[in-house]
């Protein structure tokens, strides 16, 4: 029997971003459950370092390149994946930037917002549709887009509320996120396809120089939680591990 065809017996996801931090032990959640794993990077030195991490603990995962930025390399890792396995039972969008700092309104250089709507909403929209044909051949097909609770237009305007410093990028990007997964979610609602954001709460990851109070596990979670959602599942939300998100 074919690698292809073995691979296609088990449940499959690919997860961006997938070779540290957050990513990485989605993965690693995934692949603990008997899922077969992509593990979308572009650095290929750290990509293979990550998958042979995770087949070590048994998962059984495979490098996927892939810079969502770029179209030729989005298009290339839907082909790896269409060769390889044939389909797609969930896509985790993961990869993201915070655009740098600092991201004060008045002063914010303007190509700091450009990178991070780039990576965090049009990286997603690319990925998405590539992955599209792949994900309708599967029976129960997840999307989970990591988001973040700064995205959270209610939360930025209650006071008191802590949600992370003056930020124009990277925190309007991910209400941007958040509104594209709505729009995904009433354009799929007559099919099986769930798609929902998920926040993965402050966890220590390079993305804040590691000064998150929840480790990447904790971070994973919720994300894990809704790539393997039953069919009645919801959709076109946004979760933590508390729950619900307000919009």
């Not at 082909?79 to 915070?98: H, K, Q, S, W, Y």
């Not at 992955?131 to 995205?151: E, M």
């Not at 990851?205 to 998150?212: C, I, R, S």
Request: with cysteine; aromatic share 4%; glycine share 10%.
């Amino acid at each position: 029997m074919s690698e292809t065809n073995t691979v296609n017996h088990h449940t499959v996801a690919l997860v961006t971003g997938a070779n540290k931090g957050i990513g990485y032990e989605i993965a690693a959640g995934l692949g603990a459950l008997g899922w077969s794993v992509g593990i979308g990077a572009r650095n290929e030195e750290r990509r293979e370092a990550a998958v042979e991490k995770l087949r070590a603990a048994g998962a059984d995962a495979f490098g996927v390149p892939l810079d969502v930025t770029d179209d030729d390399s989005v298009t290339a890792a839907a082909r790896l994946m269409e060769e390889r396995v044939g389909r797609l039972d969930a896509l985790v969008n993961n990869a993201g930037i915070t655009g740098g700092g600092p991201q004060e309104p008045t002063t914010v250089d303007v190509n700091r917002v450009r990178a991070a709507v780039e990576t965090n909403v049009i990286g997603v929209i690319r990925v998405t549709n590539a992955l599209l044909p792949l994900l309708r051949r599967s029976p129960s097909p997840r999307i989970v887009n990591v988001s973040s609770s700064v995205g959270s237009l209610t939360l930025q305007t209650t006071p008191g509320a802590e949600v992370g410093p003056i930020s124009v990028a990277y925190a309007p990007s991910k209400t941007f996120l958040n509104a594209v997964t709505v729009q995904y979610a009433k354009e799929l609602a007559d099919t099986p396809i769930l798609i929902n954001a998920v926040c993965p709460g402050y966890t220590a990851t390079d993305l804040n120089a590691f000064q998150g109070v929840r480790t990447p596990q904790q971070g994973a979670a919720a994300a894990i939680r809704l790539a393997t959602a039953p069919t009645d599942g919801p959709t076109g939300r946004f979760f933590d591990d508390e729950g619900e998100v307000p919009w």
